[in-house]
């Protein structure tokens, strides 16, 4: 049983700023959408098809906002992760929540 072949998203809107690599832990989504993760901060966002543009797609947060931009700060956590800012461990020895943990992101990882 062969899954219909879906033509490839060549084009986006904008990728504010991050850059996205299609590694975001999910092989492609029923519909053409699949998770990309960025290269720098580590946020994921899904990247759905446009309905009206075959070949587009745009980047969408979990709630189907805009992606936040990048930070451009690669030691970022998403999600559950602990900061590992200070080589591996966390930049604040672990005393309360530190600024690679509550910075404002909108990805996948964070808004679960
Ligand atoms: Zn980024
Ligand atoms: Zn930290
Ligand atoms: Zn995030």
Redesign the pocket.
Known sequence: MNTPELSAITHVRSS?????YSEGGCDGHLDGASCER??????VYELRRRPDDPGGGDYTAGNGDDPAQ???DTRMCHGEEPCQADDGRPCNGGTGPCPHETHACNCLLCTG
């Open positions: 504010f700023g991050h850059r996205f960025c290269m720098t901060c580590g946020a990048c930070s451009g």
